[in-house]
């Protein structure tokens, strides 16, 4: 498992609206039980409004999906599918909105 990796979600009661997770934790924390994941949700989620600078959009597959960074959490690594992509592309707007998350700006 590598920071950026995308992931297929495993967890049954969630899947549907969240399909894939995004690993954003540091490959020198790879011992952890637990990676911190950013969920990804194809776009648009009606029920859920979208802050560009918190919420980045990505393509995947042809499809729109947002970076839900706001629902980042830490989840056993057994939670994590199948390994589907590496975004590394993806680095500068997630660790963007991490900042804002964790600073305010």
């Given at each position: 498992?590598?920071?950026?990796?995308?992931?297929?979600?495993?967890?049954?009661?969630?899947?549907?609206?969240?399909?894939?997770?995004?690993?954003?934790?540091?490959?020198?924390?790879?011992?952890?039980?637990?990676?911190?994941?950013?969920?990804?949700?194809?776009?648009p989620d009606p029920g859920f409004p979208v802050i560009e600078r918190l919420h980045p959009?990505?393509?995947?597959?042809?499809?729109?999906?947002?970076?839900?960074?706001?629902?980042?959490?830490?989840?056993?690594?057994?939670?994590?599918?199948?390994?589907?992509?590496?975004?590394?592309?993806?680095?500068?707007?997630?660790?963007?909105?991490?900042?804002?998350?964790?600073?305010g700006y």
């Open positions: 498992m590598a920071q950026f990796d995308l992931h297929a979600n495993r967890d049954p009661r969630t899947r549907t609206r969240t399909p894939y997770l995004l690993d954003n934790q540091n490959e020198l924390l790879s011992s952890l039980a637990t990676r911190l994941v950013v969920p990804l949700r194809p776009r959009t990505m393509t995947l597959g042809g499809q729109d999906c947002v970076a839900v960074v706001s629902e980042m959490a830490a989840v056993p690594k057994a939670a994590l599918g199948e390994r589907m992509d590496s975004l590394p592309a993806f680095r500068q707007a997630i660790m963007d909105a991490c900042g804002l998350m964790l600073t």
